[in-house]
């Protein structure tokens, strides 16, 4: 199947400080990126879907201005979480896909602990 | 209100044992997906299903979507240790893709 590839794998950053996380579609174009929070045994939140060369649809109670979202080639979205809290340490997810209604393949997730 | 909801939250069964999950919707999905996710890493795609009545089978597991496409199940026979991990149910919404809250598996040998 196709490759999604999500770096880091995990990062450990000072509170204050911002984190970039990159998503790649390795073998396809991924007109599509979603970008996932989760908990520590709770299912996928999405935060946001991004079309690549758009902005992203932030959704309900996702602070844009916190978690910036650029997807500005058809294979990397990127999101960084500025100014980086511990209520911000979660495991992040990025999903990609070709188009609508196509099978979304996922990233190995990262895993950010803020300090 | 999750758009899906997924039932149980947590299992505990015995080897041998067979289980089934839920996940039910008051909207009309084109297709719902099943996922398996062990920790620290991300989903992994068990199947999909888009026919409503649709029934699908992967070695023991058994998937469904139910005729009106508003709920599918996965049913496990003769669960093993190997089975243990978080299901997630997922349908597309909108250009969206949404997963219920979970189901954690263990199966203890």
């Known amino acids: 199947g196709a490759v999604v590839s999500q770096h880091p794998s995990w990062v450990i950053c000072k509170s204050g400080t911002s984190v970039k996380i990159e998503c790649r579609s390795l073998?396809?174009?991924?007109?599509?990126m979603f970008w996932y929070r989760q908990f520590p045994k709770q299912s996928l939140m999405l935060m946001a879907t991004?079309?690549?060369?758009?902005?992203?649809?932030?959704e309900q109670g996702v602070e844009k201005d916190k978690f910036l979202i650029n997807h500005a080639s058809l294979t990397l979205s990127t999101l960084t979480v500025t100014s980086a809290h511990p209520e911000d340490s979660s495991f992040y997810i990025c999903?990609?896909?070709?188009?609508?209604?196509?099978?979304?393949?996922f990233g190995q997730g990262t895993r950010l602990t803020v300090v | 209100t999750q758009l899906l909801e997924q039932s149980p939250q947590f299992l505990s069964i015995q080897e041998g044992e067979n289980l089934t999950v839920y996940c039910n919707s008051s909207?009309?999905?084109?297709?719902l997906q099943w996922y398996r996710q062990e920790p620290g890493e991300g989903p992994v795609l068990l199947v999909t299903?888009?026919?409503?009545?649709e029934v699908k089978k992967l070695k023991r597991l058994t998937f469904q979507f139910g005729d009106a496409r508003k709920d599918s199940s996965l049913h496990i026979t003769a669960a093993q240790p190997g089975d243990t991990g978080l299901y997630l149910c997922?349908?597309?919404?909108?250009?969206?893709?949404?997963f219920g809250a979970g189901t954690i598996l263990r199966v203890k040998s």
């Open positions: 073998d396809f174009q991924a007109t599509t």
């Open positions: 299903v888009v026919t409503g009545g």
């Open positions: 991004s079309n690549e060369g758009s902005k992203a649809t932030y």
């Open positions: 997922a349908g597309e919404y909108g250009n969206k893709l949404v």
């Open positions: 909207s009309v999905f084109s297709s």
């Open positions: 999903s990609a896909r070709a188009s609508m209604n196509t099978e979304a393949f």
